[in-house]
């Protein structure tokens, strides 16, 4: 129950930060060079860089995790971002407990 | 009574005496001291003549014998990094003009700042045209492998614009990059010409830096740009497999576009790698200092302080 709490608050307040809805986001082929081509604020890897930070200050604000997340190339699938967010929440979550 | 007759008011210069130096407190200067862009400019001019060096007498003193496979390779590779620089000057002196026609109407000082980093992007462009000859003079009258035009052309490429204060500590930091790789050239290598190369340069790319951390401060002392964008690029740079690992990383981007010179250095086959990660990690954190006024130390500190002035 927690996990897709989380899986859909993160996809939730990136989507927020990206400004643009869900389902041009989380599809299939979706890479993180693709999020800087479609968001219409975003122009380059550091705009993006802070739209996962702030999602990650939302995620500590919610849910008391401090997540960091290491570098990703920009081929990089959207899905396996989410993926690496949840195993970062679940490691800082295990080491607070 | 004509123009003629009126006596030449002789008028005090607001410029400080003594040895010419980097007006570090820009802002200040434009809107406290009353500096005119004349002032700036003539500041600018004779720091820039007082460090004039001659690229010809330098490569005069280095005995082309007595290189060894290393220092050639690091002159081969300086020479390749150099020719980035045109192009981002080139860019600085654009996105310069740009910002400051965009500020002339609300905020004339801010403008004022705009022009003078834009008036400085001339005397950085002609110093890096010295760093860029000789480094490739040197490579090529010591047999190395030539650099074809269509690598030179490449490595002109102009750099996507951004905000101006990522753009300037970008530059502040790629200048404190290069300068701590000369700084380590400079001890390996036992030609005392080449020695004095790599030290001069060094010198020269310390002073850039000084030069982009006075700029970026006082985009940020305007009240018009956030800290946060200074610490974003410290991030980037400083964060785990970074921009700062250069081309040690594992996968490196398909820019396509343009080419960070950092990610292009050969160093494979060499005993010898100019890194010295901690020793940049610390002149990033206080050039965030001098810039923000927020003091760092580590790069945790940095993503920590990055992610507090985000806010959700
Ligand atoms: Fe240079
Ligand atoms: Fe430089």
Sequence with gaps: ?97 | MTVMDVQPRIRRSTVPAGPPAIITDLWAALTERGMSLVDVTWEQQRLHESRRWSVVDMLAAVDLDSLTPTDRMLVWNAGRAELTTKPGADRLERQANAECNRWRDTNPALASAMEACGTWSRYWNEEEAHHETVFNRLADLSGMEPIDDETFINFRQVFPDDDMLRTLVLLAISEITAAVNYGQCQHVVADPGLRRIFKQVAADEIQHRNYFIAFAKALVDSGEYHAKDAFAVAHLFLREDGELQGSARDKLEERGTHVNWWDQLETKEMDFRPEAIEKKEQLVCSALKKITGIEVHTREEVEDTWLDLLGS
């Design chain 1, 1 to 97: 129950m927690m996990k897709t709490d989380v899986q859909s608050y993160l996809r939730e307040k990136f989507a927020e930060h990206a400004g643009l809805p869900e389902d041009q986001l989380f599809g299939d082929d979706v890479t993180l060079a693709t999020v800087i081509a479609r968001s219409p604020r975003m122009t380059n890897s550091i705009d993006l860089m802070e739209a996962f930070a702030r999602t990650a200050n939302a995620l500590r604000k919610e849910y008391g995790a401090r997540v960091r997340l290491p570098a990703m190339p920009l081929d990089t699938p959207t899905t396996t971002v989410l993926k690496v967010f949840q195993e970062e929440f679940d490691r800082q979550r295990e080491a607070v407990a």
